[in-house]
DNA sequence: TTGAAAGCGCTACCAT
DNA sequence: ATGGTAGCGCTTTCAA
């Protein structure tokens, strides 16, 4: 292993102390052109680069942020991460990344570790935060925890005192109602996912809340299924035992709806014709696969964007704030 | 905020000195039972957890370790990172994680924020290293490095050296020659992926250079594309206007050969009747999506498990260390 | 068995 | 414009 270099070996080289090279190095006061020159010439040829671990005990700051995922296998949290971390690098954070599978125990204990680690901030995505029937001790904990580390909050949670960054899908459920009106679905099921979850929850109600002023009757019976593709497949299999499949089916997901296009496939019915099929996030695959998901699409861009500022934004912002992302409605070959 | 508390408000409560409550905690020397009780309680009590960004300081030595993927939206990306850091975290290690869109430059950068940020190791997937026409300079900045964090690169480099943990496909190539021969798939043809890319290359060659005795005769042209569900698409759309459908294809990863399905599906082919597809990787939707992907398995848990291995045992490992993961041919629907 | 104190690499305050 | 140095929170040696 080589030695690591350190700002002691620099201002030593340099004949200068180490005030200084912390000064080129920051810009932070003023230095002759002529140290400055020889400092940046040394960093550059020994390729130094000072230890954030000291910077950050010393300022007791960080440029890292802690990022919490029920599980990044999922293409919703990748794509979200990976928007994510490319702006944040830029700006110069790094990620850290746990997957907590939504485990209350495991966000504890990565929760911890954040805090041991300084991490500037803390993005908190699924797991306690989306799930109502969540104990109160599990909530105060977030709270509690955000005294100390700002947390973000990728969930909707009522009364939850810390920064929230969520999409607002209410627009779009209206859009996709008056367009499935439009097209002359009238029988319309929803499906997948569970109602203990805020943001299915969320969903369901706005499509339940409109369908009737939209002249559609959603379908007492919701199938529930977990959110993924293999998800989809079993709640579709369950929904064509049970009796007759109804014209549009609304997936709480774009993993489920690929899944429940399969068994489509599979089953030989023509999407959409004998049964039109949708989903929300817009996930990558959702436009390749044939013929194309339509979707509730999540603006991951601006998703991204809206949680990199509010981490920058951290020191004078509500510590109740709420962002809320917008979302689209797009139309593909499944509707 | 809440202030933080420290080792030394522990200590004062205790009526002990630091020392005694940095022994109690890392079980290293002698401390009376009377006195690990009460400082236990205190630790408790306040939920101290020690500052590691101290400890790293102190130590030189972190629990931290650094993950390069190009993007880690892309399924195998997050499939392997996801059991490494499931595996990694129940060893005490936390990961950062960064995308480097397989750019050098970005690679460097997050290269020297690796070094600053003192992790332990470097797991390096993609970029410069699986880049066949990747220029010297680029490779000794990873020895560079390596001589001061040790990089376990995902992808086998002759002659680099650093640590290599990569999948061993050969076994399976065999197999998977062996069942399309019974099969009777004669006329064979390769998609996707691009010939600079070792792990492309090494795929390539395997299959190449073992067709003939197996009576199997692969196409001479090779159609390129990315590595996504859309560079799939647009292969198969090229390979459909170019003439003939050879009787199987062999996609150099499953997401290709998930593009390479939708297209056969837009274009009225039955798989596996007119058209038998493989792939690569055995991605989670690839048992899911109809009628299932026949594929070479990678076996991410083993893959895992040898990479959190290898950083566990990095002290006592030949800085040339070669590991291969068996990977295991899958057969599916699509052939 | 326990404590005092040096020191990890850095920044920022206080001098000059 | 520049340098000396305290101190961030921790571990570990040395003494007692």
């Given at each position: 292993m080589d030695e690591k270099i350190t700002i002691?070996?620099?201002?030593?080289?340099?004949?200068?102390?180490?005030?200084?090279?912390?000064?080129?190095?920051?810009?932070?006061?003023?230095?002759?052109?002529?140290?400055?020159?020889l400092v940046m010439d040394l960093i550059d040829k020994y390729d130094y680069k000072p230890s954030q671990i000291a910077k950050t005990l010393k300022l007791s700051k960080?440029?890292?942020?802690?990022?919490?995922?029920?599980?990044?296998?999922?293409?919703?949290?990748?794509?979200?991460?990976?928007?994510?971390?490319?702006?944040?690098?830029?700006?110069?954070?790094?990620?850290?990344?746990?997957?907590?599978?939504?485990?209350?125990?495991?966000?504890?204990?990565?929760?911890?570790?954040?805090?041991?680690?300084?991490?500037?901030?803390i993005v908190f995505l699924g797991g306690r935060l989306d799930d109502m029937e969540c104990g109160k001790k599990y909530i105060s904990e977030i709270e509690n925890v955000n005294q100390k580390i700002p947390i973000i909050s990728c969930c909707e949670v009522p009364n939850l005192k810390c920064v929230q960054v969520y999409q607002e899908t209410q627009k779009?459920?209206?859009?996709?109602?008056?367009?499935?009106?439009k097209s002359g679905y009238r029988d319309v099921a929803l499906l997948g996912g569970y109602g203990n979850i805020r943001t299915t929850q969320k969903r369901r109600e706005e499509i339940l809340n409109n369908a009737e002023k939209y002249g559609i009757s959603i379908r007492r019976e919701i199938i529930e299924c977990d959110y993924s593709v293999s998800g989809g497949n079993h709640a579709m299999q369950e929904m064509l035992k049970k009796g007759e499949v109804p014209q549009a089916i609304i997936c709480?997901?774009?993993?489920?709806?690929?899944?429940?296009?399969?068994?489509?496939?599979?089953?030989k019915l023509r999407v959409?014709?004998?049964?039109?099929?949708?989903?929300?996030?817009?996930?990558?695959?959702?436009?390749?696969?044939?013929p194309g998901i339509t979707t509730i699409a999540c603006d991951y861009t601006a998703y991204a964007n809206a949680i990199v500022s509010a981490i920058n934004n951290l020191d004078n912002m509500e510590c109740n704030s709420r962002i809320p992302v917008q979302t689209e409605f797009i139309v593909r070959g499944t509707t």
């Amino acid at each position: 292993m080589d030695e690591k270099i350190t700002i002691v070996e620099i201002a030593k080289m340099a004949n200068v102390s180490t005030a200084t090279v912390s000064r080129i190095m920051n810009n932070t006061g003023k230095v002759s052109e002529a140290k400055r020159k020889l400092v940046m010439d040394l960093i550059d040829k020994y390729d130094y680069k000072p230890s954030q671990i000291a910077k950050t005990l010393k300022l007791s700051k960080s440029n890292t942020v802690g990022f919490i995922v029920p599980h990044i296998n999922s293409p919703y949290y990748a794509q979200l991460f990976y928007e994510t971390e490319v702006i944040a690098q830029k700006q110069g954070y790094t990620l850290m990344l746990c997957n907590s599978e939504s485990d209350k125990m495991l966000e504890s204990k990565i929760l911890k570790e954040f805090i041991a680690a300084n991490v500037r901030a803390i993005v908190f995505l699924g797991g306690r935060l989306d799930d109502m029937e969540c104990g109160k001790k599990y909530i105060s904990e977030i709270e509690n925890v955000n005294q100390k580390i700002p947390i973000i909050s990728c969930c909707e949670v009522p009364n939850l005192k810390c920064v929230q960054v969520y999409q607002e899908t209410q627009k779009s459920s209206g859009e996709l109602l008056s367009y499935l009106s439009k097209s002359g679905y009238r029988d319309v099921a929803l499906l997948g996912g569970y109602g203990n979850i805020r943001t299915t929850q969320k969903r369901r109600e706005e499509i339940l809340n409109n369908a009737e002023k939209y002249g559609i009757s959603i379908r007492r019976e919701i199938i529930e299924c977990d959110y993924s593709v293999s998800g989809g497949n079993h709640a579709m299999q369950e929904m064509l035992k049970k009796g007759e499949v109804p014209q549009a089916i609304i997936c709480i997901n774009d993993l489920i709806a690929t899944g429940v296009l399969n068994e489509a496939n599979k089953h030989k019915l023509r999407v959409p014709i004998d049964v039109a099929i949708v989903g929300y996030d817009n996930l990558d695959i959702s436009q390749y696969i044939y013929p194309g998901i339509t979707t509730i699409a999540c603006d991951y861009t601006a998703y991204a964007n809206a949680i990199v500022s509010a981490i920058n934004n951290l020191d004078n912002m509500e510590c109740n704030s709420r962002i809320p992302v917008q979302t689209e409605f797009i139309v593909r070959g499944t509707t």
